[in-house]
């Protein structure tokens, strides 16, 4: 989600600059100074919108690692705490 945000937002920023590279060939770039700091505002924010979409899915993915240790632990603890003759209870959630 946060990476087509980005990049919407980076590629408007790409199009801006684009824009006043093409007035600036044509020789007409001291009137359109104002589309170039808003063409870095918009890439500059786009790639830390990337960015940040970008960090959210690596610290999802590390919570996911993180309650399946969790289980794997708990479960463990149970077989050593639980009587010899008797199994601990099935998770009816694990897969």
Do not use: C, W
């Not at 989600?1 to 044509?26: D, K, P, T, W």
């Not at 610290?59 to 003759?85: F, H, T, W």
């Amino acid at each position: 989600m946060f990476g087509v945000i980005g990049l919407a937002v980076f590629g408007g920023g790409l199009a801006v600059s684009l824009r006043f590279v093409y007035f600036y060939l044509v020789g007409e770039g001291l009137g359109h100074v104002q589309s170039l700091i808003f063409a870095a505002v918009l890439l500059i924010v786009g790639f830390q919108i990337a960015l940040i979409g970008l960090l959210a899915d690596v610290i999802s993915g590390n919570r996911k690692l993180l309650e399946d240790l969790l289980y794997r632990v708990r479960r463990m603890e149970l077989r050593q705490s639980a009587p010899a003759d008797t199994d601990p209870p099935a998770d009816p959630n694990r897969r």
